[in-house]
């Protein structure tokens, strides 16, 4: 399974749009990484394009990554340091809980664009739009190559 194709050109636009609505009322930054296969543990593989997405690098250390492998049926949610330090101990957890709901019944891009409103809603909480502030990161979805 392709994670170029893994979804329509629909289903895309629907992520991709969810992204950008949850970061119109906040300075965090959610992306997308969807990839064939995961050859390691679910969150190193999330962590490792983390770093390669350079997430790690917004100012506030506030992006959070949606990771899936879709051949693999694995997915994490990885946030960095400065969200992580303001949000509730379980609430990567209670969002995955809340997408798998969604992708058990094969609706992956209606659970993934759950789960980024869900971290839009704690990023607005928690780091509010700023009139001064930067796209740091892109909105769009980025694909491994499996």
Request: glycine content about 6%; overall charge negative.
């Amino acid at each position: 399974m392709s994670a170029q194709t893994f979804f329509s050109e629909k289903e895309k636009k629907q992520i991709t749009d969810a992204i950008k609505q949850a970061e119109l009322n906040t300075s965090g930054e959610i992306r997308v990484h969807v990839e064939g296969k995961c050859p390691e543990d679910v969150l190193d593989r999330a962590a490792y394009w983390f770093e390669k997405l350079s997430m790690h690098k917004t100012e506030l250390r506030n992006g959070v990554l949606f990771y899936l492998a879709v051949a693999d049926r694995k997915f994490a949610i990885l946030g960095d340091a400065g969200i992580n330090a303001k949000v509730p101990e379980d609430f990567w957890e209670s969002i995955k809980a809340n997408m798998l709901t969604q992708f058990k019944e094969s609706h992956f891009a209606n659970g993934l664009s759950a789960g980024i409103t869900m971290a839009g809603e704690q990023l607005k909480a928690h780091f509010p739009y700023q009139t001064d502030d930067v796209n740091e990161l892109s909105d769009e979805i980025s694909f491994g190559k499996k």
